[in-house]
């Protein structure tokens, strides 16, 4: 059949109908397509056709078909079809024709599944501003329709980059729609779990996508996050029938579900550069909507973070925990309680704390004076303004809530370090703690809570140190500021630190057996575990024992101590005769500080009250007891029990079971000069010696070394050593020892501190020398001094090193000598 005309007017072939004919003609105007419909596009015709009379017949699957098959066989006509779409659809919008609406979008979304061409870019530009058109639309089935349609866009991975594009609208529209607050419950959640579906197509659809890198500015990130968070946490308004969904159903159904599966993709997709964009909006979602306190939202949101980041990451976080916690410096209590709880929550994964260990515990402990100084500060407001009790006291609880909390977060902290790490943080807190105390000035209170406050942080750390051996717990840096701490006057002080020395010396886990203070008639019972000292224990006890001995001896001579005081009295003997018990200077040692303890109770240098002489006597007794079993020597065990039989039948006040009670039935005065109630040194020294111990040192009263003399005592041993090898010497030579008497000691000493005094006065001339001389008179100094030394050198290797003799020596001609350092030997030759 022959076309009736032919119009060179467009390129785009029509169909034109005139009774039986077909005729093929093309137009370039759109004026006489206007005037004539029968003369309109291809594309245009095979669009209209989809649309059936009746709506709600639905879309014409076989003209969709041909439809299809157009786009995919004329890819060109791709842009050409999308903006006849948009423009139907817009009209159908207006018209409230919303079932025309609906077809078209289902062939929009069938034209997007097919045609995977280079130039679906121009398609898809239209197939935006249809979904806009939609989602701006008050209807809420035109906004769920639109969304729906741009999620099946979202999923569709394009081969070419697309460089205008742009989602703002849609990040902006969908984050407004997972904040509906329709009247209607129902369609309240539809259009909520629209937009968090919108959301999780926008995600999908840019964070892989490089030249969508804006989508990570703070603009887009802050709308996204918080939109998903307000829905997590609305989880109690959900109808009930989402709520009692089936797990399959659950993520499509309920808007907190499935808000948290988005919320997880966009952490997992996070790096390095971009995980702060997601944090910060977080942070500022809890402090806009007072998630902090109570925080079980806020804990459940980090751990979802936590466990959905990469593991390189973790550490960033607590960064920002961190940062975020000095802003809140100035906060409520509560509120900085629910911030150190997530922090605390979040180290449950051993690589978040990262490299930075000490400025974490840096930062938690400045707070920690923050609030004590805040205490201590509203403690003096209170006593001078009455008026302020009523309203200060919830503040005061929760100041100390808030600093209860952040000692266990201390702890939990600790509990992922290493062993090295651990001893490190001891030392940082420490170094933090002061060495004195002055009683007067207005400073005290708050040293002396901080200082409790240390310590207790200091015993959360050492309860998680792993100990093995004792020169890393016993250290000067450590054993010092801790044993310094057990001769203050605060009975606080003074337990806390006993405690922590105990934790530090219990390598094998005998503190929980022990108990409190008792007589136990057989201690393999409590199946104690030691094992044999090792040469580095014992070197470190030979080096510090002396010093624990002291502050202890010293520590139970003050007043105001209670039943824990002696309580972790007598556990600290106890370990230190466990940890070294094959040590038999450490146990002679014990043993006369148990002595010289039952000395001083009797009436030492400073009298006592009834109850500590009778509390004493009741440590020493029990100490005793432990010692004299687990050393297996039967006269001293005998000894030991022979007086406890007495001390219950005559003086029950001297035992623990008697003292330690509720309300002890103690004398007025205790008995003098009674050996029957005591434990004899000489009794006990003889023990001793019949099963090889050392026992003559038990007769040696104890006497606790001052600093001066335990800093000169290796020195002076050593002065005592050599005096005698140059004695031996002297008489092997032939010469005549002189007589050591105590004028030639002071001549020694005096000789030895003229000796000192003129090396300090050579160094301070050399060092005001180097201060005050000019540079060009050390330099020449220097450099006569080292040309003299390189004289020296070459006279001494010109007569000692000499090349071997040769034959030519013995002849008429020799050649000169050529020394070995100033031979030219090879370069593989010299090392």
Known sequence: MQPLMCLSYSSDPVELYVGWSECDIVFEGTDICSCFRAFRPRYKVLVDSIFPEDPREGLVKSNMEKLTFYAVSAPEKLDRIGRYLSERLSRNVARRRYGYVFIAMEALDQLLMACHSQRINLFVESFTNMVTKLLESNEPELQILGTNSFVKFANIEEDTPCYHRRYDFFVSKFSSMCHSNCDSEEVNMKIRLAGIRGLQGVVRKTVNDELQATIWNPQHMNKIVPSLLFNMQHTEEEPSNLRASTLAENESKRPSSLAEVCFRELLSRAGYGTLKSIIMPTLNHMDNHSHWDPNAFALRSFKIIMYSIQPQLLHLVLQQLLTHLDKHAESRPPIRAGLIRVLSETVSIPASIGPAVLEVFNTLLKHLRFSVDRTVQERRSESTDPTCKSWQ????????????????????????????????????????????????????????????MLLRSLLKVSQEFRNTNLSTTLSNSILGPLLSSTLLEEPEIHL???????????????????????????????????????????????????????????????EDKDRRHFNALYKTLVLL????????????????????????????????SVYNQCAMHAVVASFLNVLSQCMSVIPFQQHVSKVIETRTSDAPFLLPEEVFRDEPRLPRKLPRECKALLFLPSVIAEALQSCAYNGERIGIPYEPMTDEHEGHSHRRSLDTTSIQLEDEVREDNGYKPEEVTFESLKNVIADSAASEEQEKEKQRRILEKFQKAPFEEIAAQCEARAISLQNKFDKIFELTVRPPPSPLEFGHLSPPSVPVYEMKLPDLCVY
């Open 393 to 452: 006291f919830n503040e005061k609880g929760d100041e100390s809530k808030f600093q209860d909390v952040v000692i266990d977060t201390i702890g939990s902290f600790a509990s992922i370090l290493p062993d090295y790490q651990c001893s490190e943080v001891m030392m940082f807190i420490l170094g933090k703690m002061p060495l004195s105390i002055e009683e007067k000035g207005s400073q005290y209170e708050e040293s002396k809570i901080f200082q409790v």
């Open 496 to 558: 806390l630190s006993l405690v922590v020395l105990q934790s530090l010396l219990d390598r094998h886990h005998n503190l929980e057996r022990l108990g409190h203070v008792r007589i136990i008639p057989d201690v393999s019972s409590l199946k104690l575990r030691t094992e044999k000292c090792t040469k580095q224990d014992a070197a470190v006890m030979r080096k510090h024992g002396q010093q624990i001995y002291r502050q202890l001896y010293q520590s139970c001579n003050q």
């Open 577 to 608: 005769a466990l940890e070294l018990s094959s040590e038999e200077s450490v146990l002679v040692d014990l043993l006369r500080l148990a002595l010289a303890m039952q000395e001083a109770a009797q009436g030492g240098e400073r009298l006592l």
